[in-house]
């Protein structure tokens, strides 16, 4: 059993700062790339940032340099610290990563947190 929970949602003004973490826990070996994506209501979930397993990062071009992703591969998890939020960044967000469980690999996903900008 495999599980990504994720925590540090909520409701933030425009230009305030939220942390988003995801813990990944369950019998797997290592864990590759993990990344946070995003869907707004009537929208596809897209990748917000990307992080390898050596640390290179990868964001989307609407929120460079406002986004950081982060990790800590001893407690397999993955942090997304938003700053200078607006409200185009309302969206459910969800992490994702990939966990080596032997010669193979599993992609799995968060339950999903909610992020809202809002005045």
């Known amino acids: 059993q495999v599980q990504l929970v994720e925590s540090g949602g909520g409701l933030v003004q425009p230009g305030g700062s939220l942390r988003l973490s995801c813990a990944a826990s369950?019998?797997?070996?290592?864990?590759?790339?993990m990344g946070w994506y995003r869907q707004a209501p009537g929208k596809e979930r897209d990748l917000v940032a990307a992080?390898?397993?050596?640390?290179?990062?990868n964001y989307a071009d609407s929120v460079k340099g406002r986004f950081t992703i982060s990790r800590d591969n001893a407690k397999n998890t993955v942090y997304l610290l938003m700053n200078n939020l607006k409200p185009e960044d309302t969206a459910v967000y969800y992490c994702?990563?990939?966990?080596?469980?032997?010669?193979?690999?599993?992609?799995?996903w968060g339950q999903g947190t909610q992020v809202t900008v809002s005045s």
């Open positions: 369950g019998s797997f070996f290592s864990v590759n790339a």
């Open positions: 992080i390898t397993s050596g640390g290179s990062t």
């Open positions: 994702n990563a990939e966990l080596v469980t032997g010669p193979e690999y599993r992609v799995d």
